[in-house]
């Protein structure tokens, strides 16, 4: 390898290496709560409080800051820079205190200032994500192959999702796009299709054509973002008999008025006995 692919290596692997809620000394800091709130008109403020705990037993140096995120088909999320998406918020948000320090067994309250701007920028929901940062980093080294040395940051943070909802985004709508057997899973797809942000619930409700009995599976709560997709997943229970069934998957959004619903019929195969 040439000196030149030494220095873009280099380049390519130092940076926060870490981002951890699992770890030993993390899992000694505690946030609360774990999503803020906002609903505030253009041209309006509020402000809400994130609780920062050190449970350790060393002195702790905290920094907060804001960036993005994004959420897969699946779910997971995606944290990005801050003002990277077209539905941000970010650059709305203040914390005040941004730098503090914590004694074991003390407590902080940050204050989040939520200001929306008057345009019509602001009559959308949006979305961002704070961040509570242990400030100070640890300097590690990862030797490759090729005997190379890496300098790799670590660090650990804390996020704190906020979502901004305009008193005038009302329209609230989930849909059901797809319902389908992939092997032993069933993959119920939606959309987002309203203004605002959707908590749902989703259950997949299985009828024995055979014999009429019925059995259902529940999904965790999660949320979809607006104009977003969504994939929940759900496997086949092995404990069903084999047989032709159908299988209802209800969505609930939150709605008085309805629940989306789609129907597949899929057949469960004698299985192989055990010896």
Known sequence: MNQLSRMWMMLLFTGVFSISFFNAQAQKI?????????????GGTQRGIITVANNSDIRQDFNVDFGDFDASRSGKSKFLEKGVLPRSCANWLSAT???????????????VVMDVPQDSLAYMARWAVAYIRLAGERQAQQQGNDGLIVN??????????IFQTPPSATYAKGEVTGFAQEDDMLVF????????????????????LQNGEMNRINSKQFTVLPASDRDVTFRVPSDLPAGKYSVLGVLDYGSRDEVEAAEIEITIPERSKQK
């Open 152 to 161: 790799l940051n670590q660090s650990y943070r804390f996020g704190v999702y």
């Open 97 to 111: 205190p941004s730098l503090f320090t914590l004694d074991p067994g003390e407590t902080q309250q940050v204050e």
């Open 189 to 208: 797809s939606l959309k987002n299709t309203g203004e605002t942000f959707l908590v749902c619930n989703s259950y997949l409700e299985f009828t024995n």
């Open 30 to 42: 505690s946030t609360s709560p774990s999503r803020l709130n906002y609903k505030v008109s253009p």
